[in-house]
């Protein structure tokens, strides 16, 4: 008994990346229609949820003063949303955020933070949630909380939330890097000069990390030039990734983050220590996509 109500949830909250992403239209409220090829990490921030006489949040990890500890941030949004849908089932819990990931960069922190809340939560309370009503509460929360509530490579449509999962996806050893600027993504949207961009190309069979990165070069990311009009030093990163034995390099998302595919990981490895050595100050780490989200935890 002390053991279930005492047990800690922790989950891996993995960056998501954006291997091409098409802007293709405009709705009428405001948000573009994009066509994405989206993997995750085996790198990101942590989500440990765990029983208590009152509710609490804090963070710790490189980037965790970055961020409002108020109800603002996505973590509480996520507990609130889910217990307004879910009354009966809520107690109060103590909430720790691991942030690792850079903020406001491109790879979906605060959107996986949210879907990593919303998934132990659920298993904290016992809600036997549909993965469809929990990516409806995620789609309240943010366009990528849906997608992020998945956690494998997959295709995704509409605003983002349209997804589906690719069932085969060759592991891609990564290296992820930032050269600490801090991107508005409304702000990249709005500075797009172009929304009707075609979609992208249909995917064939990718069954190898050359395979990708063939079909990758056909393809886009379409808010880059957007971030580099703002922020023209994202085109640094991109450089120095450039500068490595990258198979292939892009920015992710609205930015700044950027990513590099390798033929191993040793070569992410090289490469990680190399850019380390030569920019200290900016994040860098060498990782790989994973395949399946049940790779990412849960441990307790
Ligand atoms: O949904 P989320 O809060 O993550 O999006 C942040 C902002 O990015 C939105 O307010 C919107 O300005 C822009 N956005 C967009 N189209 C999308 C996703 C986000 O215009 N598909």
């Given at each position: 008994m002390l053991d279930s109500l005492d047990r800690t949830i922790s989950l891996i909250a993995p960056a998501k990346i954006n291997l091409a992403l098409h802007v293709t239209g405009l709705r009428d409220d405001g948000y573009h229609l994009l066509d994405s090829l989206v993997v995750f990490a085996a790198f990101g921030d942590r989500v440990s949820v765990k029983r208590a006489p009152v509710d609490s949040f804090d963070m710790s990890g490189p980037?965790?003063?970055?961020?409002?500890?108020?109800?603002?941030?996505l973590v509480l949004r996520a507990r609130d949303a889910l217990r307004a849908r879910f009354p009966k089932h809520t107690t109060p819990a103590v909430i720790h955020l691991e942030k690792h990931l850079p903020v406001?960069?491109?790879?979906?922190g605060g959107s996986s933070d949210a879907a990593a809340t919303l998934r132990a939560l659920t298993a904290l309370w016992g809600i036997e949630a549909e993965p469809a009503q929990l990516a409806k509460i995620g789609l309240t929360l943010g366009a990528d909380v849906p997608m992020c509530l998945q956690g494998q490579p997959l295709f995704a449509r509409g605003i983002g939330e349209d997804i589906e999962r690719l069932a085969t996806f060759p592991r891609l050893p990564m290296v992820l890097a930032n050269n600490g600027v801090s991107i508005s993504t409304p702000q990249v949207f709005a500075a797009?000069?172009?929304?009707?961009n075609p979609a992208l190309p249909a995917l064939p069979a990718l069954s190898s990390i050359k395979d990708v990165c063939a079909y990758l070069?056909?393809?886009?990311?379409?808010?880059f030039s957007a971030t580099t009009k703002l922020i023209p030093a994202i085109s640094e990163t991109v450089g120095a990734l450039h500068?490595?034995?990258?198979r292939f390099v892009r920015m992710s998302g609205s930015g700044g983050t950027c990513f590099a595919i390798y033929d191993s990981d040793s070569e992410a490895q090289t490469a990680a220590t190399a850019l380390k050595q030569s920019k200290p100050d900016w994040f860098v780490v060498a990782t790989n996509s994973v395949?399946?989200?049940?790779?990412?935890g849960p441990h307790r």
């Open positions: 980037f965790g003063r970055k961020l409002p500890g108020d109800e603002s941030n406001a960069s491109g790879i979906g797009l000069e172009r929304r009707d070069t056909a393809t886009d990311n379409h808010l500068q490595t034995a990258a395949m399946e989200g049940a790779d990412l």
